[in-house]
């Protein structure tokens, strides 16, 4: 008996292949855990109260709070009572140190804090000044301006004399242009080290005596 050949199935109808797999589906961590352990999070049996607001919890409870070793579970239900939090602010303390407090109230005074000591941090630049080993005084003294302008507003100076090809022989003639820039800036700042020669170049770091202060002028 002969068998009939079969035809391959026409393109349309070829079933689709399997879609390759794209790895794991991310898994879904759920709430974000607090910054802080807070009421049941607390795993200490005890812990030690402290705050500048045992008064008002003493009210709130109806019975007497002072700063002391609490067992764990007393402060909780004295928080809940007072409608706030009991806040584990240091845990590797023996035993962990705890306060009452409206946790929400605690996380937004403890940011605006963060955000005004930021806005108050200077922020120091590095400002470069180049010099050759042939700088003549009038260069010298223009350089030397915007250099006492530059720690005056607080920022430091990588103050360097850039040798180029034979002229490192006059690396000492460098080095004299480099003390003298220091000494012309004995009131403005100071140097982290004396000058010292890498590669071609010999440099100095000055810092300012006081990082954001007025900036002085001659």
Known sequence: MAFKPSRPSPPG?????????SGPR???RGPRAPEHNIN???RATEVRLVGDNLEEITDLVGEPVEVGVYATSKL???????????VEITPNAVPPVVRIIDYNKFLYQKKKREKELKANQVKVDLKEIR????????????????AKSFLGEG???????QFRGRAIVFKERGELLLLKFM????????AEQLPKL?????????????????KKTD
């Open 131 to 146: 010099f050759g080993p042939e700088t003549g005084e009038h260069d010298f003294e223009f350089k030397l301006r915007h």
């Open 183 to 190: 000494k012309e800036l004995e009131d403005y700042g100071v």
């Open 13 to 21: 109808n070829r079933p689709f292949p399997p879609r390759p797999s």
């Open 198 to 214: 890498e590669g071609k170049r010999m440099m100095v770091i000055m810092t300012p005596k006081k990082a954001g202060g007025k």
């Open 40 to 42: 049941s999070y607390i």
């Open 155 to 161: 920022n430091k100076v990588k103050a360097y004399v």
């Open 26 to 28: 991310p898994f879904n």
């Open 76 to 86: 909780q239900k004295w928080a809940e009572e007072a409608g706030l939090d009991l």
